[in-house]
């Protein structure tokens, strides 16, 4: 069986709430979320998540080095 294409994303959202396994066997090209029942498309990550993600690399990596704990990916 064929997992639902990111085509059906119209028809998920305009008819009946699914499932979380209903979910799991579609597929998308692009981030979304289950919400309520709901497909929801998720918003691409901006300027904050990059400076937020930087800032956790950089304190990761440096406690990485100093206890050398290996690396940081």
Do not use: Y
Not at 24 to 53: N, T, W, Y
Request: hydrophobic share 40%.
């Amino acid at each position: 069986m064929t997992p639902p294409a990111a085509a059906d994303l119209q028809s998920a959202r305009q008819t009946d709430l699914i499932t979380i396994e209903q979910f799991e066997q579609m597929s998308f090209e692009f981030p979304v979320d289950l919400v309520k029942g709901r497909i929801e498309e998720m918003p691409p990550p901006g300027a904050a998540h990059g400076r937020v993600c930087g800032n956790i690399f950089f304190f990761l990596e440096g406690w990485a080095r100093q206890s050398d704990a290996g690396a940081v990916t």
